[in-house]
């Protein structure tokens, strides 16, 4: 208790175990800290009303530990302090605010490290999240390649900057392990003098305490997390150190995804690159063209297929062949890669169509897959200026032909389908084509198309046929984007089926006679 003059009235033993020097009549702001010797002045200064209870108490620290001070108006303008250790309560709202903040952090980071399945943004998030957040100075160091690892580096305020670097991770104290996904070596064992100099920004100045941390990755460590503090702050504590290691787990597992993300996206490549029907252009003097779409926008493969096979020796004929998978999809697309793998291995007899068809039958029942396919061949020869065609149809719609005058006919080929019943059988047509002559093969998804003003009536044979009427003369790349743009114009917006084209056609030809007029002389395309 003290009165208005500020002097020490009285002090219970418990204060006078806290506050030894506080006896009657010795002035209060030599025994007790200013801010508690302030507050009481500001209360007993005159003209101020006889003090009442505060609604709010003072907080403030004495020898070392934090208390709450109330004050409780007396007679005569005395005021009794009241005062109670708060020190653990302290404590603990500390804590409880230090955790709001950390997992308020982590749900940041791990929404932003998620937003992409990029490995480059995944390692610049974690450093510059790491970097305003953890650290002075951050660095990412992922897996080595060709003996180079990959970094990016931020510092607080700044941006992340990638770059690589050539040097042996277990040069580096703790890094050497952190890469290889062991625990990571406390930080008071690293000592910040031996560090290389790619790993010291020198915007950052001298550093005083370092953090190596492994980032986790999915089997396979996703790479390491060096955390930098600048002489005169504070060292990491061991709870800092904690907290970074569980950053670094989500932060190695973003990057993991990424990876793994990029690696997948890699092997799709190539491996739609392989299933993907290729570009046709002329061979041996005669045209090839071919559009292909499949059944999802989203999708670059699907059931139906088709190859050109130039012959092995000029003069020979080029084998054709366009099919369409029983389905749709990544699985259609699988078959589609062996049935044209296994024409490709019998490319030996594309000369006897009915011995491919045969041998390709036997290999489609002897597989795993439950599926069936048709199929048509053509062998195409140029001899003089027509082409001449050998069409074998195994279930597949007829290839039609385009004649000089618009005149469109079937090719008198059937067939069975290829990998329902044992024994298959197939006829073969021979066909010749004059000069700016035409031959469409086409699957089922063109005819069975399902559009037009109604929404629901299918594209079929007999529009398809009127359209190529119109062709005429045409060339072959001509031919087929005019069939795919009709489809397309049919469909709308409308789900379909996957649909392939080609079309072989012998080009116009000019003669050139010999220079004395009497001789062959030859075509020319």
Not at 453 to 477: I, T, V
Not at 510 to 519: C, D, E, F, K, R
Request: charged residues 20%; proline residues 7%; aromatic residues 4%.
């Amino acid at each position: 208790m003290a009165d208005a003059q500020g002097a020490v009235v009285r002090c219970n033993d418990a204060a006078r175990l806290l506050l030894p020097d506080a006896l009657p009549g010795t002035p209060l702001t030599d025994v007790v800290p200013a801010w508690l010797s302030a507050a009481h002045a500001m209360l007993s200064s005159p003209g101020r009303p006889p003090a009442q209870d505060a609604a709010e108490p003072l907080h403030g620290g004495i020898a070392g530990r934090r208390f709450e001070a109330r004050p409780s108006a007396q007679s005569e303008g005395r005021v009794a302090w009241w005062l109670v250790d708060d020190t653990d309560h302290q404590l603990v709202r500390e804590a409880l605010r230090m955790e709001r903040q950390r997992t308020a952090f982590l749900a940041k980071a791990s929404s932003t490290l998620l937003a992409s399945l990029n490995l480059g943004r995944c390692m610049d998030v974690t450093a510059l999240l790491a970097a305003e957040n953890l650290a002075d100075a951050a660095l990412v160091v992922a897996p080595d390649h060709g003996h180079r690892l990959p970094l990016v580096t931020c510092l607080r305020g700044g941006g992340p900057v990638q770059s690589t670097v050539k040097v042996n991770p277990d040069d580096v104290p703790g890094l050497g392990e952190a890469m290889r996904g062991f625990p990571p070596v406390p930080s008071r064992w690293i000592d910040p003098s031996t560090a290389p100099g790619w790993m010291l920004p020198q915007e950052l100045g001298a550093v005083g305490s370092i953090v190596i941390t492994p980032l986790p990755g999915q089997g396979v460590p996703a790479g390491a997390l060096i955390l930098l503090r600048k002489t005169g702050t504070a060292a990491f504590s061991d709870e800092e150190e904690i907290f970074a290691r569980v950053f670094a787990a989500r932060a190695g597992a973003a990057m993991s995804a990424a990876r793994l993300y990029a690696e997948q996206t890699a092997i799709t490549d190539v491996l739609m690159r392989e299933l993907m029907p290729p570009v046709l252009h002329q061979i041996s003097g005669v045209d090839f063209a071919g559009r292909y779409r499949p059944s999802g926008d989203h999708e670059r493969i699907g059931g139906d297929f088709y190859d050109v096979h130039p012959a092995a020796v000029e003069g020979e004929a080029s084998l054709v062949s366009l099919g369409d998978v029983c389905g749709k999809g990544l699985e259609a697309a699988v078959l589609t890669g062996k049935i044209r793998n296994t024409l490709h291995a019998l490319l030996p007899l594309a000369g006897d169509h009915q011995r491919m068809l045969s041998l390709l039958n036997t290999a489609l029942l002897s597989s795993h897959h439950t599926r069936f396919a048709t199929l048509v061949l053509a062998s195409a020869v140029r001899r003089a200026n027509r082409v001449d065609l050998d069409l074998t149809s195994s279930g597949h719609p007829c290839p039609l032909i385009i004649r000089a005058d618009g005149t469109v006919e079937e090719a008198d080929t059937h067939g069975t389908l290829i990998g329902a019943i044992p024994d298959i059988s197939a006829t073969t047509a021979a066909i010749s084509l004059a000069p700016g002559e035409s031959c469409v093969l086409y699957t089922d998804g063109i005819t069975e198309a399902k559009g037009g003003p109604m929404g629901g009536d299918m594209f079929g044979e007999k529009r398809l046929k009127r359209a190529l009427s119109e062709c005429a003369g045409m060339p072959a790349e001509g031919i087929a984007e005019h069939v795919q743009m009709l489809a397309a114009q049919w469909l709308g917006t409308r789900p379909h089926d996957d649909m392939a084209v080609v079309v072989i056609a012998a080009p116009h030809t000019h003669h050139l006679s010999a220079v004395n007029g009497h001789t062959r002389g030859r075509f020319t395309a």
